[in-house]
């Protein structure tokens, strides 16, 4: 019964040392070379259906797919690193049919769940996007005859489409959450989102940082002081989450959502330092610093970022939550324009004590993401890890790199006809030759006590810990359940078109999806696109141990089903009336349902 013990004592021990980071949170170096090796895991564990260009929705919402391609894009930009530029480009690329994230603005869509916020994620990750690469810059620009939109008009675009539904008649006011005024719910047909608004004055504020145009700068002030006026944004910078706006005389609390969410007050402090480094108009930094100490009282415990909806039960938010990002995102925007030195030392704080708290869940090759047990019923892969750990990893090392440094994004100039260099991510996560990594010179080591009272018992340690790395780096078997490993090596060969990884397990697809899409885009653009073939000289990622397997290939012409547009069109345009006969379309490769989640309900969207 010792000696059992014993073991188990010398087995928590090693999985805490495999656990230890030495890193320096004061460091832009040290920063950056983390950042390079979690960024490693984000295409890694990209799961797709073929042809999509985003995350299986079961796993990550559509929305959150936005925030994922936007972190490369922050990263990207923080860094310079071109790793995974033709790799991101390769899927956005998919995402912009019709030079949007709405194919053209398809009121299909608009029936089937995109709503303003939603667009909005997608637009603000592709705007770090436009300020890289210039407003010229272009989506995927190393095929010049088969190239996409400019980032920027993809933006303005977004922007021109929300605006459609400002509405002064109920309210006075206020961009609608949802984009489909026929709904049958009421909350999706009139509710008034802060969220939306908000995202909205960012993206205004940043447009007009970019083309100088006075209408975006109006349109900031017009949305933002409505969201004043109607009591969305109080005095003291509670932040609610918005209206429902289904009677014109009647606007007041008792119509009011009042939960307060701290992705709301994220994105007002973008767009007002945006705002104040644009315009130098004092209003601006003086509302920021006011929402800052909102932060601080209302979304911070224990020194860590935290939503007080999601921490108040088990269960209550998704984890990570995902609320969170925005504002994280949002700190490094106000540190980098404020004079108040009191306000900086304050964001540093506060993200390097966040940033600490979360990074206890990375090993020494910044692989981030968890197994929950018992593992819930959606929003994980089939064996209980959680993809969206590793997001919010990236969210808090892109900050951290941009507060430890000068806060300037390093811009590029694309070259047409030269992208990244997509075989650049073929070689997977490289993993470390020691177990006990140095990230930094002025080392700040995250704080893990780890008792070892006996010799026999740090012999244990030191053979647990050699067992353990020889086991990490044995094979990809090692990374997936048996259950999901047999499942992919039994898989069917993979669609016309797919690529091939160097190790002979199956890439990323460029298949019939994808030229179908390119096709249909090229009625819009007038572009001409080339056959994608099988003998595509560029490989793609590695592969996945859940993404584009044999699982993915029954669901090829998922997505968005163009070819089926006509007849949606003349049976009234609603996917779901068509599920029966277009199964393909709404199920994933578990059988779950994509068009079931309920959007009115905060807690199943986010």
């Known amino acids: 019964m010792k000696v059992a013990s014993i073991v188990a004592t010398a087995t928590l021990a090693c999985q805490l040392v495999l656990a230890q980071q030495s890193f320096d949170l004061k460091s832009k170096d040290a920063t950056l070379a983390?950042?390079?090796?979690?960024?490693?895991?984000?295409?890694?564990?990209?799961?797709?259906?073929?042809?999509?260009?985003?995350?299986?929705?079961?796993?990550?919402?559509?929305?959150?797919?936005?925030?994922?391609?936007?972190?490369?894009?922050?990263?990207?930009?923080?860094?310079?690193?071109?790793?995974?530029?033709?790799?991101?480009?390769?899927?956005?690329?998919?995402?912009?049919?019709?030079?949007?994230?709405?194919?053209?603005?398809?009121?299909?869509?608009?029936?089937?769940?995109?709503?303003?916020?939603?667009?909005?994620?997608?637009?603000?990750?592709?705007?770090?996007?436009?300020?890289?690469?210039?407003?010229?810059?272009?989506v995927m620009p190393s095929v010049p005859e088969n190239g996409g939109a400019k980032y920027l008009s993809i933006v303005q675009m977004t922007w021109d489409e929300m605006m459609e539904d400002w509405d002064t008649t109920i309210c006075k006011g206020g961009l609608y959450w949802s984009r489909d005024r026929n709904s049958a719910k009421i909350n999706q047909r009139y509710y008034k989102s802060t969220i939306a608004n908000a995202q909205h004055v960012h993206m205004s504020a940043r447009l007009y940082a970019m083309t100088g145009e006075a209408k975006y700068l109006q349109t900031a002030d017009m949305v933002y002081s409505w969201l004043k006026s109607s009591g969305l944004i109080t005095a003291d910078f509670s932040m609610y989450d918005g209206y429902l706006a289904d009677d014109p005389n009647s606007c007041g609390v008792e119509k009011r959502d009042s939960n307060e969410w701290s992705y709301q007050l994220g994105e007002i402090i973008s767009a007002l330092s945006f705002l104040y480094k644009k315009t130098q108009d004092p209003k601006y930094i003086t509302d920021a610093h006011v929402a800052f100490a909102k932060v601080q009282s209302h979304f911070v415990q224990n020194g860590v970022i935290a939503d007080p909806v999601c921490t108040a039960s088990a269960g209550a938010c998704k984890s990570p939550a995902a609320y969170s990002w925005a504002l994280i995102q949002s700190l490094p925007d106000l540190h980098a324009v404020t004079p108040d030195a009191e306000v900086k030392t304050s964001i540093e704080t506060i993200l390097r004590t966040s940033a600490a708290a979360n990074f206890q869940g990375c090993n020494q090759d910044w692989n981030c993401i968890r197994t929950l047990s018992p593992v819930p019923e959606k929003y994980t892969f089939p064996n209980g890890t959680n993809p969206r750990d590793q997001f919010e990893t990236m969210f808090f090392l892109n900050a951290l790199a941009r507060i430890n440094g000068d806060s300037k994004i390093i811009t590029q100039t694309q070259k047409i006809g030269t992208g990244g260099d997509s075989t650049a991510s073929t070689a997977g996560p490289q993993k470390s030759e020691s177990s006990t990594e140095s990230l930094g010179s002025n080392k700040l080591l995250i704080p893990i006590s780890i008792g070892v009272g006996a010799l026999a018992v740090a012999c244990l340690v030191v053979f647990c810990c050699i067992q353990s790395r020889k086991k990490k780096n044995n094979s990809l078997k090692e990374q997936v359940s048996q259950e999901i490993y047999h499942e992919y090596q039994n898989a069917a060969p993979a669609p016309r078109g797919a690529m091939q990884s160097p190790g002979g397990k199956r890439g990323y697809a460029m298949d019939e999806m994808y030229e179908s899409r390119a096709r249909h885009r090229d009625v819009v653009s007038g572009h001409r696109s080339p056959s994608v073939s099988s003998d595509r000289s560029r490989n793609g990622p590695p592969a996945s141990p859940y993404g584009n397997g044999s699982q993915y290939a029954q669901q090829q012409q998922r997505g968005y089903p163009q070819q089926q547009q006509q007849v949606y069109v003349s049976q009234g345009g609603y996917p779901q009336q068509q599920q029966q006969q277009y199964g393909n379309y709404p199920q994933n490769a578990y059988g779950q349902n994509y068009q079931h989640q309920e959007r009115g309900v905060r807690n199943e969207r986010y």
């Open 34 to 138: 983390a950042a390079k090796k979690a960024m490693q895991w984000m295409p890694y564990y990209f799961s797709g259906a073929s042809g999509t260009g985003y995350w299986d929705e079961s796993i990550v919402h559509w929305h959150e797919s936005g925030q994922y391609f936007g972190l490369f894009y922050d990263y990207r930009a923080v860094s310079g690193d071109s790793t995974y530029d033709a790799w991101v480009e390769e899927r956005m690329i998919l995402n912009t049919v019709g030079g949007d994230f709405m194919d053209g603005n398809n009121p299909i869509l608009a029936r089937s769940g995109r709503w303003n916020d939603d667009i909005a994620w997608w637009a603000l990750g592709t705007m770090t996007a436009a300020e890289v690469w210039g407003p010229q810059g272009i």
